[in-house]
C-alpha cells in the first residue's frame, strides 16, 4: 500500500484528516517520502507558468486547466515511480497548493471545521465542534508555509515581513486570518484561520445549537425592531461576531445600516447596508484609518443603526454618545469576561479616547446609552451558549445598577458524554424598558419571563 494510500485510509469519512492516535500517524506526520518530488514540481510550475497564475482575464477553470496540463508534463519528464492512488494525490495536493492554499485547502472546504492553527510547517490543528484536533497535513518546509502567508496576504494588499512581523488579513470567502513569523514567532511561522458560515447563521440555528432558547430570541428580536441598545460580550472564541450577525438580521428593511469592522466579517442581507473597514498603516506607517474615524464619520452618514464589529479603544466613548443622541437601536460587541465587566471594560475605553472625564460622568454616559448586555461563553464541552442577558437599569449613586433576565442553568450537571445539561432560563423579571417597546407597537409576551425552577447549586 501507497504512503498516499495509507493516508487517505487514515482520512476516511472526512474532508479534513485528523490525526488518529497511532504510531503510524505519527510516522506519516514526520515523514513524507515524496517531499522532495513536491518540491520538484512546485519550482517546475511556477517557472513554466509564471505570470500566468495572476492573470485576471483567466478564469478558473481555464487557469486550472493549464496548470493541470503543464502538471502532467512534469510528471511525464520525472522518473520517481509513483502508485495511481500516490499519483492522483499527489496531483491534488500540487492543484490545491498552486491555486488554493496547499494543506490548508481541504479544511478551508469543509464546513465542519470552524478554525484552522498552523504551529509550523508540521503541526496543523483543526477546531470542530468546539474541539481541538490535530491533523496529518504538514507543509513542506518554513518556505512553502511562507509562500502560503504571503499569498494569503497579498490578495488583500498587505504584507508581512521582518519589519511587519504580524498581519491581520482575511480571505475571499471572509475568513478572519491572523499570521505571525520570526523573529517574533520565535521557533516558526504560526497562522490561524478563523471560518464563518458561507450561510450567516439565523436565530433558528443558534437555537437547535442550544446556544439560546426560543424563548430568548424572541426577546432579542423585539428588542431589536424595538431600538433597543445591545452590546454582546464574551471572551474570544465564544461566538460573538455570529450572535451579532444574527442580531442584525432582525433590523427592518426599511432602516439605513453602517457596519464598522476591524476586519469584514458581518453579512447583512438588508438593502441599504454600508459597509466600513478599518484600514492599517501603509508600509512608511501612514494612512492609517482607526474603527475610531470611521465612528465619528458615521455620524455624517445619516444612519439609522450603527453596528461595530468590535469596540477596543477610543471609539467606545463616540458609540456611548452615538447611542445617547438619536442613534437608538446601536448594536456592538466586547470582549469582557461578565456582564458586570463590560461596565468597567466601558470606563477603560473612553478614558483611552484621551479626554478627561470624572468617573460619574463615564457612567452616567454608559447608564444612559446602554439597555441591555447579551453575554456569551464556550464551555468546557466546546459549546457556545448565552449565559447571561442583563438589563442595565440605572445609577444608584456612582454605581451602574443591572437585573439578570435570563440566566444559564450549570446546576442541571453534565451528561454521561461531559455536555452541559442546562440551558439559558427566565428569572421571573419583566425590563424596565418594556413601555419603550411598548410605545412603538411592541408589547412583550408574558409567558416569555415565565420563570423556571433552578436546579440546586445553580448561579444566580
Not at 71 to 92: K, W
Not at 334 to 359: C, K, Q, Y
Not at 413 to 418: L, N, Q, S, Y
Amino acid at each position: 500500500m501507497g504512503l498516499y494510500e495509507r493516508l487517505a485510509k487514515a482520512r476516511a469519512g472526512t474532508d479534513a484528516p485528523v490525526l488518529p492516535a497511532t504510531e503510524e500517524a505519527e510516522d506519516l506526520q514526520t515523514a513524507d517520502p515524496l517531499a522532495p518530488l513536491k518540491r520538484r514540481i512546485h519550482q517546475a510550475l511556477l517557472q513554466a507558468l509564471g505570470p500566468k497564475l495572476y492573470d485576471i482575464n483567466l478564469s478558473a477553470e481555464q487557469l486550472e486547466f493549464r496548470v493541470r496540463e503543464k502538471l502532467s508534463e512534469v510528471l511525464a519528464g520525472d522518473s520517481t515511480p509513483l502508485s495511481a492512488a500516490d499519483r492522483q494525490r499527489l496531483v491534488a495536493e500540487t492543484i490545491d497548493d498552486i491555486l488554493g492554499y496547499g494543506p490548508l485547502e481541504p479544511f478551508l472546504k469543509d464546513s465542519t471545521v470552524t478554525e484552522v492553527m498552523v504551529n509550523g510547517p508540521s503541526i496543523v490543528h483543526i477546531e470542530r465542534e468546539g474541539k481541538i484536533y490535530r491533523t496529518t497535513a504538514r507543509f513542506l518546509d518554513d518556505g512553502h508555509l511562507r509562500r502560503t502567508i504571503d499569498k494569503i496576504v497579498g490578495q488583500v494588499g498587505r504584507r508581512i515581513d521582518e519589519g511587519q512581523p504580524y498581519v491581520d488579513a482575511r480571505l475571499p470567502d471572509g475568513s478572519r486570518v491572523n499570521a505571525i513569523i520570526p523573529p517574533v514567532a520565535i521557533d516558526y511561522p504560526v497562522l490561524t484561520v478563523r471560518k464563518f458560515a458561507r450561510d450567516p447563521y439565523q436565530a433558528e440555528d443558534l437555537i437547535s445549537f442550544g446556544t439560546m432558547s426560543s424563548k430568548v430570541a424572541r426577546f432579542l428580536d423585539m428588542c431589536v425592531r424595538g431600538r433597543i441598545n445591545i452590546l454582546v460580550s464574551g471572551g474570544t472564541g465564544a461566538g460573538k461576531t455570529t450572535t451579532l450577525n444574527v442580531l442584525s438580521s432582525s433590523i427592518p428593511p426599511d432602516e439605513r445600516i453602517v457596519t464598522i469592522e476591524d476586519a469584514a466579517e458581518l453579512k447583512l442581507h438588508q438593502p441599504h447596508v454600508v459597509r466600513l473597514e478599518y484600514r492599517p498603516p501603509n508600509i512608511e506607517g501612514r494612512g492609517e484609518v482607526t474603527v475610531r474615524d470611521l465612528v465619528r464619520n458615521s455620524l455624517r452618514m445619516r444612519p439609522d443603526r450603527i453596528v461595530v464589529g468590535e469596540v477596543r479603544g477610543g471609539e467606545a466613548l463616540d458609540m456611548l454618545q452615538a447611542m445617547n443622541t438619536g442613534h437608538d437601536g446601536s448594536i456592538c460587541t466586547i470582549h469582557a469576561n461578565s456582564p458586570r465587566d463590560v461596565l468597567s471594560r466601558l470606563e477603560t475605553m473612553v478614558l483611552m479616547a484621551g479626554i478627561d472625564l470624572p468617573i460619574r460622568a463615564i457612567r452616567e454616559q454608559v447608564a444612559s446609552a446602554v439597555h441591555l448586555i447579551v453575554h456569551q461563553a464556550r464551555l468546557k464541552d466546546g459549546t457556545r451558549r448565552f449565559t447571561q442577558v442583563t438589563e442595565i437599569v440605572g445609577m444608584e449613586g456612582d454605581i451602574i445598577t443591572m437585573q439578570d433576565l435570563f440566566l444559564f442553568d450549570f446546576g442541571m450537571g453534565v451528561d454521561e458524554t461531559g455536555h452541559f445539561r442546562g440551558h439559558i432560563k427566565p428569572l421571573g423579571i419583566r425590563p424596565k424598558f418594556s413601555e419603550k417597546l411598548e410605545d412603538v407597537g411592541l408589547k412583550l409576551d408574558p409567558e416569555i419571563f415565565e420563570p423556571e425552577a433552578f436546579a440546586r447549586n445553580g448561579r444566580r
